[in-house]
């Protein structure tokens, strides 16, 4: 199921998140920088009015997705993809094909004609998810995080080109 979070999800979220990018970017990520993530530390803060989505199953909060206009180009008719967790456990099952689905239909509602994310280069199983979900690497750029240099790729389509998944 898919829902909007609420402030007592934040704990809950914040687990999705760490155990997600721990079992994502082992490998990729310094060690270091993995091993200081918490649940606590993962959490947002504030559960936002608008632009969060979480994957419920069984009652249990196994992913979430946090989306808007994109940063780097808020005046276009662009939708950003900010971040999007599944616990480990629950990837192939359907929750980040969901998540993804419902993200898409909310930025349509909000008049996007496109969608843009970014995913590091050398998380293959994000690229061909995303892949997957119709989208094409149409960038590039280098971040930092923990103190490695790292390739992210960007990923964009129009949202009317997008296939129309099954109803969630």
């Known amino acids: 199921m898919i829902r909007l979070p609420a402030q007592n999800d934040l704990l809950s979220i914040g687990h999705v998140y760490c155990t997600a990018w721990k079992a994502a970017y082992h490998g990729i990520v310094p060690d270091d920088f993995l091993d200081h993530l918490s649940d606590e530390n993962c959490a947002p803060r504030s559960i936002p009015s608008k632009g969060a989505l979480i994957c419920?199953?069984?009652?249990?909060?196994?992913?979430?997705?946090?989306?808007?206009?994109?940063?780097?180009?808020?005046?276009?008719?662009?939708?950003?993809?900010?971040?999007?967790?599944?616990l480990p456990e629950c990837w192939r099952t359907g929750a980040g094909s969901a998540l993804f689905e419902a993200v898409r239909n909310e930025l349509r509602a909000d008049g996007y004609s496109?969608?843009?994310?970014?995913?590091?280069?050398?998380?293959?199983?994000?690229?061909?998810?995303?892949?997957?979900?119709?989208?094409?690497?149409?960038?590039?750029?280098?971040?930092?995080?923990?103190?490695?240099?790292?390739s992210e790729t960007g990923y964009a389509k129009t949202l009317t080109d997008l296939p129309d998944n099954q109803e969630i």
């Open 56 to 86: 419920e199953m069984d009652g249990i909060i196994v992913g979430a997705a946090s989306f808007g206009a994109r940063r780097d180009c808020p005046n276009e008719q662009t939708g950003e993809l900010y971040s999007i967790y599944v």
């Open 114 to 150: 496109s969608i843009f994310l970014w995913t590091l280069t050398e998380n293959s199983r994000a690229r061909r998810f995303y892949e997957k979900m119709g989208l094409t690497a149409v960038d590039s750029r280098t971040i930092t995080i923990g103190g490695r240099e790292l």
